[in-house]
């Protein structure tokens, strides 16, 4: 039961083996020997007398990598307490419910937790909801200290910056600080991130010094780069093993030449992400000419400055750039629709799926693919059979941020304002639609949600005229409403928060004006009913002229007050 009440309390997907994280970061073989040889006698035999490794460096230099490398050496070892994989793409970076999944994952994992957690939440029923310096006080440390082991587990933190709140990131430090003199406690802590300042700041204090092994990890060490060419020429094995019949080779069957190789590694500078990302962007499988795409990036190398007079992270701004600049017009105005609606900035909204989100805006699964396949070395595209239930994934936070910071992006940058626009109009269109679906099935004496449930889905001609007008239909009928009313959830987010901007202008249009006359606040009751956390969770617009919606009100904008505007 116990497992049961944390697991519904807690965000999937945060663990070392969870399968929403693939591909897996993990260090390539034959590199990071020397610093992982350090970290696995630091915690099996404790070699550097703390009990808290903050292991730091600039994104993209394998930190992820090493965090799961080190995860599965303890898994191997029987010494693994928990691992939160901290990352705002994924909206893995709440931090209420951080020491609910610590929880969870010791309950499995330490042997005799599972029963002191189960009397510790019988006599606090409300401790799940209470703020987390006290979970971590009553559910992680005061459980553990009962516990008798010789051998200390390890918990590891990855991507600390990416946690909602400098403040909570630095409390989760204090925190794990306040137990430096707790020789008792079967628990030592590996906290990986970026030399964020204020990390900078929390860990140089000399008032109330940090008791923790720092081990950074720098672009520029010679160890980095043996580390970036191996696995570089590794990877064109791999390359060359998949094309071996279509590429072009030498009269000695060389494929590369070693020039091309060095340039590629100078370029890369260590840093692995960038490195992998070059790579994946020549392996691509859609064009299957890796040729071509060897030029491509060896052209774009060409011209950036030597290491010493750059920021690898421009680099990485540079290539995104590369990446969207040959993408069509066209595509890219259907893509970055996507983008704003799965939503993949909002900490407000959940990531939808990919088959709602096209539902919403009208898009086909031939165009998805179409136009998304173009990004497939930056995001993880889901396939057909899994895009009912799978968001698109980004390889890694810097993408996110190059999307959602104009001075970065450019003409790129993935602005809602336009986009809300296109947003609002198809969300106008299926509340009509649905609303008019529901009179089709409607009986005296029903309420909303008893009429949908036994009759409109029963109802096979709803169910062929919503199929109908779905651009991304599924054969199931359930999955179907699913989708529409998936697409209502983001409705309520984006829809709401656009009126609230355009109330503020007076160039409403005709179009819109009849959306916004038509709206059926009915719908949207229906859709927020069973989603009590939807209701009380307004945009932050929509919050400064409304007060949260209840179950028992609906919320609509009297005609009047467009007409005024108008």
Same mark, same amino acid.
């Given at each position: 039961?116990?497992?049961?009440?944390?697991?519904?309390?807690?965000?999937?997907?945060?663990?070392?083996?969870?399968?929403?994280?693939?591909?897996?970061?993990?260090?390539?073989?034959?590199?990071?020997?020397? %610093?992982?040889?350090?970290?696995?006698?630091?915690?099996?035999?404790?070699?550097?007398?703390?009990?808290?490794?903050?292991?730091?460096?600039?994104?993209?230099?394998?930190?992820?990598?090493?965090?799961? &490398?080190?995860?599965?050496?303890? !898994?191997?070892?029987?010494?693994? *307490?928990?691992?939160?994989?901290?990352?705002?793409?994924?909206?893995?970076?709440?931090?209420?419910?951080?020491?609910?999944?610590?929880?969870?994952?010791?309950?499995?994992?330490?042997?005799?937790?599972?029963?002191?957690?189960?009397?510790?939440?019988?006599?606090?029923?409300?401790?799940?909801?209470?703020?987390?310096?006290?979970?971590?006080?009553?559910?992680?440390?005061?459980?553990?200290?009962?516990? &008798?082991?010789? =051998?200390?587990?390890?918990?590891?933190?990855?991507?600390?910056?990416?946690?909602? +709140?400098?403040?909570? =990131?630095?409390?989760?430090?204090?925190?794990?600080?306040?137990?430096?003199?707790?020789?008792?406690?079967?628990?030592?802590?590996?906290?990986? &991130?970026?030399?964020?300042?204020?990390?900078?700041? !929390?860990?140089?204090?000399?008032?109330?010094?940090?008791?923790?092994?720092?081990?950074?990890?720098?672009?520029?060490?010679?160890?980095?780069?043996? @580390?970036?060419?191996?696995?570089?020429?590794? =990877?064109?094995?791999?390359?060359?093993?998949?094309?071996?019949?279509?590429?072009?080779?030498?009269?000695?069957? /060389?494929?590369?030449?070693?020039?091309? !190789?060095?340039?590629?590694?100078?370029?890369?500078? *260590?840093?692995?992400?960038?490195?992998?990302?070059?790579?994946?962007?020549?392996?691509?499988?859609?064009?299957?000419?890796?040729?071509?795409?060897?030029?491509?990036? %060896?052209?774009?190398?060409?011209?950036?400055?030597?290491?010493?007079?750059?920021?690898?992270?421009?680099?990485?701004? %540079?290539?995104?750039?590369?990446?969207?600049?040959?993408?069509?017009?066209?595509?890219?105005?259907?893509?970055? =629709?996507?983008?704003? #609606?799965?939503?993949?900035?909002?900490?407000?909204?959940?990531?939808?799926?990919?088959?709602?989100? /096209?539902?919403?805006? *009208? !898009?086909?699964?031939?165009?998805?693919?179409?136009?998304?396949?173009?990004?497939?070395?930056?995001?993880?595209?889901?396939?057909?059979?899994?895009?009912?239930?799978?968001?698109?994934?980004?390889?890694?936070?810097?993408?996110? @941020?190059?999307?959602?910071?104009?001075?970065?992006?450019?003409?790129?940058?993935?602005?809602?304002?336009?986009?809300?626009?296109?947003?609002?109009?198809?969300? *106008?269109?299926?509340?009509?639609?649905?609303?008019?679906?529901?009179? %089709?099935?409607?009986?005296?004496?029903?309420?909303?949600?008893?009429?949908?449930?036994?009759?409109?889905? +029963?109802?096979?001609?709803?169910?062929?005229?919503?199929? #109908?007008?779905?651009?991304? $239909? &599924?054969?199931?009928?359930?999955?179907?409403?699913?989708?529409?009313?998936?697409?209502?959830?983001?409705?309520?987010?984006?829809?709401?928060?656009?009126?609230?901007?355009?109330?503020?202008?007076?160039?409403?249009?005709?179009?819109?004006? +009849?959306?916004?006359?038509?709206?059926?606040?009915?719908?949207?009751?229906?859709?927020?009913?069973?989603?009590?956390?939807?209701?009380?969770?307004? $945009?932050?617009?929509?919050?400064?002229?409304?007060?949260?919606?209840?179950?028992?009100?609906?919320?609509?904008?009297?005609?009047?007050?467009?007409?005024?505007?108008?």
């Amino acid at each position: 039961i116990v497992l049961e009440i944390l697991y519904q309390e807690m965000t999937k997907g945060a663990d070392v083996d969870s399968s929403v994280q693939w591909p897996q970061p993990k260090c390539y073989p034959g590199t990071c020997v020397r %610093l992982m040889a350090k970290i696995q006698d630091w915690f099996l035999h404790n070699s550097h007398n703390y009990n808290f490794l903050w292991l730091s460096g600039p994104a993209g230099i394998g930190k992820s990598a090493m965090a799961q &490398s080190v995860a599965k050496f303890a !898994i191997g070892e029987g010494i693994l *307490g928990a691992v939160y994989f901290f990352s705002r793409p994924n909206k893995w970076h709440k931090y209420m419910e951080v020491f609910i999944i610590l929880a969870y994952q010791l309950t499995i994992r330490f042997p005799g937790y599972q029963s002191l957690i189960t009397t510790r939440l019988a006599a606090e029923p409300d401790l799940l909801e209470k703020m987390p310096h006290v979970q971590f006080r009553k559910l992680i440390v005061e459980p553990l200290l009962l516990l &008798s082991h010789k =051998q200390k587990h390890i918990i590891i933190f990855n991507g600390l910056d990416e946690c909602e +709140g400098e403040g909570n =990131q630095l409390e989760i430090i204090e925190l794990i600080n306040s137990l430096h003199s707790n020789t008792s406690l079967p628990i030592i802590w590996m906290i990986c &991130s970026q030399l964020e300042p204020h990390l900078k700041q !929390i860990f140089a204090q000399t008032d109330y010094p940090i008791q923790c092994w720092q081990e950074v990890l720098p672009i520029q060490l010679e160890e980095s780069r043996s @580390d970036t060419e191996t696995f570089i020429r590794g =990877q064109f094995k791999e390359i060359h093993k998949i094309y071996g019949k279509h590429v072009e080779e030498d009269a000695d069957g /060389c494929w590369l030449l070693e020039t091309s !190789i060095k340039q590629i590694v100078e370029k890369a500078s *260590g840093l692995f992400m960038f490195a992998n990302m070059l790579l994946r962007h020549i392996k691509d499988s859609e064009t299957g000419n890796p040729d071509e795409r060897l030029e491509e990036v %060896l052209a774009f190398l060409w011209h950036l400055h030597p290491i010493d007079s750059r920021n690898p992270m421009y680099d990485l701004d %540079l290539f995104y750039t590369h990446i969207l600049s040959v993408i069509p017009g066209d595509h890219w105005s259907i893509i970055h =629709q996507i983008l704003v #609606a799965s939503p993949i900035s909002s900490s407000e909204c959940k990531q939808l799926a990919v088959q709602p989100i /096209c539902n919403l805006l *009208g !898009i086909t699964r031939t165009k998805f693919y179409a136009v998304m396949w173009q990004l497939h070395s930056v995001i993880d595209i889901p396939e057909p059979f899994d895009a009912t239930k799978t968001p698109l994934h980004f390889f890694h936070a810097t993408f996110l @941020d190059y999307l959602t910071k104009p001075n970065h992006s450019g003409q790129f940058f993935v602005g809602k304002l336009v986009t809300d626009y296109d947003i609002t109009i198809m969300a *106008g269109f299926w509340d009509l639609f649905l609303s008019g679906l529901r009179c %089709l099935g409607s009986t005296v004496g029903l309420s909303l949600i008893e009429r949908h449930e036994k009759e409109v889905r +029963g109802n096979q001609e709803v169910s062929q005229s919503l199929n #109908a007008a779905l651009s991304w $239909p &599924s054969v199931d009928v359930h999955a179907n409403w699913e989708s529409a009313e998936e697409a209502l959830w983001v409705f309520r987010y984006y829809f709401f928060e656009f009126i609230c901007i355009l109330l503020k202008h007076s160039n409403l249009d005709d179009q819109l004006l +009849g959306v916004l006359h038509s709206f059926d606040s009915n719908v949207l009751a229906f859709v927020l009913a069973p989603h009590p956390w939807l209701i009380y969770s307004p $945009p932050r617009l929509l919050g400064q002229l409304v007060n949260p919606i209840s179950h028992n009100t609906c919320l609509s904008i009297p005609p009047s007050h467009l007409s005024n505007r108008k």
